[in-house]
């Protein structure tokens, strides 16, 4: 059974950092690509990074280039997504998320930006 | 970035057949495959449709997709109470260096 499990999220304050992790089970990991996707509260769907199985390319939404970075270890089976420059329209549920058209989901961390 | 669009809500009585439409562009959804997907109130998405009109093991054959052009559908026949929830469309966007595009979602209810 696929398993994605998300953990590190929590609440910050603006300007801090956060490191995001997702142990995926249940698959060969190193041969899937992988995404993250967050989404706001009552919020829609949105597109954070993708990063290939060997880790080249990896591609990111406009409103984090710059800020976050997304990483993966192969031999942990684990994602990871390192989030600078927090701003409060980054809080949201994020959801670590399989293969180029993603078919399957972790339960989801919620990251709180605030003061 | 952009988003596809899909209308904000949907709804029939059981039995009924519910159609989501999903618009897009030549970079999106005309070049790439559409996938479908459904949340439950305070649940994760599920892949309820991939490349345009498959179905994952497990998904009832009620739901189809279809895509045609630059636009793209999901229909849901012999609607069922289970079936309330958020549906959205989804497309790698050939333009935008590396995109992968959701629709702005479909609040589906079952009256």
């Known amino acids: 059974e696929v398993q994605l499990v998300e953990s590190g999220g929590g609440l910050v304050q603006p300007g801090g950092s956060l490191r995001l992790s997702c142990t995926a089970s249940?698959?060969?990991?190193?041969?899937?690509?992988m995404n993250w996707v967050r989404q706001a509260p009552g919020k829609g769907l949105e597109w954070v990074s993708y990063?290939?199985?060997?880790?080249?390319?990896?591609y990111y939404a406009d409103s984090v280039k710059g800020r976050f970075t997304i990483s993966r270890d192969n031999a942990k089976n684990s994602l990871y997504l390192q989030m600078n420059s927090l701003r409060a329209e980054d809080t949201a549920v994020y959801y670590c998320?399989?293969?180029?058209?993603?078919?399957?989901w972790g339960q989801g961390t919620l990251v709180t930006v605030s003061s | 970035q952009s988003m596809l669009t899909q209308p904000p809500s949907a709804s029939g009585t059981p039995g009924q057949r519910v159609t989501i439409s999903c618009s897009g562009s030549?970079?999106?959804?005309?070049?790439?495959?559409v996938y479908w997907y459904q949340q439950l109130p305070e649940t994760a998405p599920k892949l309820l449709i991939y490349?345009?009109?498959q179905r994952p093991s497990g998904v009832p054959d009620r739901f189809s997709g279809s895509k045609s052009g630059t636009s793209a559908s999901l229909a849901i026949s012999g609607l069922r109470s289970e079936d309330e929830a958020d549906y959205y469309c989804a497309a790698w966007d050939a333009s935008l260096s590396g995109v992968y595009l959701f629709g702005t979602g479909t609040k589906v209810t079952v009256l």
């Open positions: 990063i290939s199985s060997s880790s080249t390319p990896t």
């Open positions: 249940g698959f060969s990991f190193s041969l899937y690509s």
């Open positions: 030549s970079s999106n959804i005309e070049s790439n495959n």
């Open positions: 998320a399989r293969d180029v058209g993603i078919d399957y």
């Open positions: 490349r345009n009109n």
